[in-house]
């Protein structure tokens, strides 16, 4: 049997016993089919992770016992921060966990011009509480104990208002950028990488992502998607600089 990872909205210490929610009780139970005294692993988010045992298990109700806490550090040294043109449907949704597991270190929603989703208010508050579900449960599989940070939707223009004189590399996605910028990336730890929704930018966001410091870029010879972009921009960026080889 494969290891069974949890995450603990709460703070973790060794010793304490833990009461998951209805919710997670039944996934316990239902899904997973775990029983009493049957040994997890748990993380909650800031670092390390703690094995766990199953000291009670109910319809609705599940208790775990921390018993050890363990050191496993499984982040990128390459802190990646995706700047994401917010898209429709389902798609916003795979680019949170397929980058969650490639190692992303912050997501920012952007809304541009040519977005067709626009959130504002109690919807995108939802909506971020959504993705921060994703996230988690991508951590859950892929081994991350360190939640990628997921911020507000925010207007591309005041996203890329705080770039602007600041030293950092920077890069967006253009098919009409330079093939080679991705091969001339200095190697350092920290990136943020920006990329449009599905109508992509419009010739006034072009320049104002370059006048940040943003660096058109285009990996390769196909116009991607924006689900798929993410996705090859950030392997190709870990297999590079990061910890993916």
């Known amino acids: 049997m494969s290891t069974i990872r949890l995450y603990v909205d709460s703070p973790i210490v060794v010793g304490q016993t833990i009461a998951l929610d209805s919710g997670r009780a039944r996934y316990v139970s239902r899904v997973l089919r775990l029983r009493r005294g049957d040994q997890v692993v748990l993380f909650d988010g800031s670092g390390p992770e703690f094995h766990g045992t199953l000291v009670t298990l109910g319809k609705?109700?599940?208790?775990?016992?921390?018993?050890?806490?363990?050191?496993?550090?499984?982040?990128?040294?390459l802190r990646i921060h995706l700047l994401q043109g917010v898209s429709r449907g389902d798609r916003m949704d795979h680019v949170v966990q397929k980058t969650t597991e490639l190692g992303v270190a912050r997501i920012t929603p952007v809304l541009t011009e040519y977005s067709v989703v626009k959130l504002t208010g109690d919807r995108a508050a939802k909506r971020v509480h959504h993705w921060q579900g994703i996230a988690?449960?991508?951590?859950?599989?892929?081994?991350?104990?360190?939640?990628?940070?997921?911020?507000?939707?925010?207007?591309?223009?005041?996203?890329?208002?705080?770039?602007?004189?600041?030293?950092?590399?920077?890069?967006?996605?253009?098919?009409?950028g330079d093939a080679g910028s991705a091969e001339q990336l200095p190697e350092d730890n920290a990136l943020t990488l920006l990329i449009g929704p599905e109508g992509g930018f419009s010739a006034e966001e072009t320049e104002l992502a370059a006048a940040a410091g943003f660096a058109a870029t285009r990996f390769g010879p196909r116009v991607l998607r924006t689900e798929t972009a993410a996705v090859a921009a950030i392997a190709m960026l870990q297999s590079r600089f990061g910890d993916l080889s």
Not at 64 to 72: K, L, N, Q, R, Y
């Open 60 to 77: 609705n109700a599940a208790d775990i016992d921390v018993t050890e806490e363990i050191s496993a550090n499984r982040e990128s040294p």
């Open 136 to 176: 988690a449960s991508a951590c859950e599989q892929c081994g991350r104990n360190v939640l990628p940070v997921i911020g507000e939707p925010v207007a591309l223009r005041t996203a890329l208002g705080s770039f602007v004189g600041q030293p950092g590399t920077r890069i967006f996605l253009d098919p009409r």
